[in-house]
């Protein structure tokens, strides 16, 4: 093949992370399974927990409640009610939880994600998918297309900062029952925004390029970075005049020369680096069988990677 036909699109990729700290980062995640630091405020906790609360107490903090959600991703429920016994056993916790209890307390939990301390983002939105096929006909019959013998899977719609690779917003549903990717986003960027965040730019592919997206862009005082649709036509868009003059420069440029302009390659590592992440650790099948359980199980997913994620972070030197 001739090389001069054969040339390399865009800047040369410059490494500069910091590989020792970086390793070292991914070592002290592991720690975050056994941190039971929590135990030592247990009772505080459910005393706050429980104030004006109707009906039977809590009988576990939330921060316990977490952590075998954490460990749910890996084991299931009477793997933890045997994990609990073994760490009331050591004294490691004042005591031990059983399965149901857990169950009920984890399989619709759709914990918080942390926001970052730092106000000023570049966001990117992307959605990925996750397989719900492991319990087989159960699932085809309750949530499949029969007629097709075809699953539908769990649709996962991220926004994170691309510069920092942080995760921010994620939302959950089943494939065909939800919103779209284009929406989620806006939804993600409005709440941002009313959070006290300086959102400076947006990356998104051509599922972004509505009207309704650039408006909610320009109503927050962001950058548009989004890749115009090929069948676009600038002179016959209506509803959106910032849509409209973003697709004349785009058409102008071309794509090439619009992407290395605006940096529209940031968007990567802002998504597709956290889908590769959580399906590398956590693999793509989901295990729960109600739709509830499904939704909250991707939620606790990717709640899961981004606090390991800060953990390590946070005690290694990095940035939240």
């Known amino acids: 093949m001739n090389s001069s036909n054969n040339k390399r699109w865009g800047k040369h990729h410059k490494d500069h992370r910091d590989w020792s700290k970086y390793n ?4 002290v995640r592991g720690e975050y399974y056994l941190d039971l630091g929590f135990s030592e405020h247990w009772y505080e906790e459910l005393e706050e927990m429980n104030k004006g609360k109707r009906g039977a107490p809590y009988k576990f903090p939330n921060q316990f409640v977490n952590l075998m959600a ?19 056993e050591y004294k490691l916790i004042p005591y031990s939880s059983d399965y149901t209890t857990l169950w009920n307390r984890i399989h619709k939990i759709k914990p918080k994600i942390i926001m970052p ?58 494939q065909g029952e939800g919103p779209s990717e284009s929406e989620v986003a806006q939804k993600h960027i409005k709440e941002a925004y ?54 004349r420069e785009y058409k102008k440029q071309g794509y090439r020369v619009w992407a290395d302009n605006k940096g529209y390659g940031k968007r990567w590592v802002g998504t597709e680096g956290i889908f590769s992440a959580v399906k590398r ?8 069988r109600s739709k509830e359980g499904l939704i909250a199980e991707g939620y606790q997913r990717f709640w899961l990677y981004d606090t390991i994620k800060c953990y390590g972070e946070s005690r290694i030197g990095g940035t939240i």
Do not use: C
């Open 117 to 174: 301390d730092y106000k000023d983002l570049e966001l990117s939105s992307d959605g990925t998918g996750l397989k719900t096929s492991n319990a087989g006909e159960y699932r085809l019959f309750k949530y499949g297309d029969l007629e097709r013998n075809r699953k539908k899977y769990l649709v996962v719609v991220i926004t994170a900062d691309v510069r920092k690779k942080k995760l921010l917003k994620v939302e959950v549903h089943i």
């Open 70 to 88: 954490s460990w749910h991703q890996l084991v299931d429920y009477r793997g933890l009610e045997g994990i609990a016994r073994k760490l009331a």
């Open 24 to 27: 070292n980062e991914l070592v």
């Open 194 to 247: 009313k959070e006290g965040y300086k959102i400076g730019k947006f990356y998104g592919d051509s599922a972004y390029d509505t009207n309704r997206m650039f408006e909610t862009l320009h109503g927050v005082g962001s950058e548009a970075v989004i890749k115009i649709r090929k069948n676009a036509a600038p002179e016959n868009m209506r509803g959106s005049k910032y849509r409209r003059k973003e697709a």
């Open 281 to 288: 650790k956590f693999g793509e099948n989901t295990v729960s």
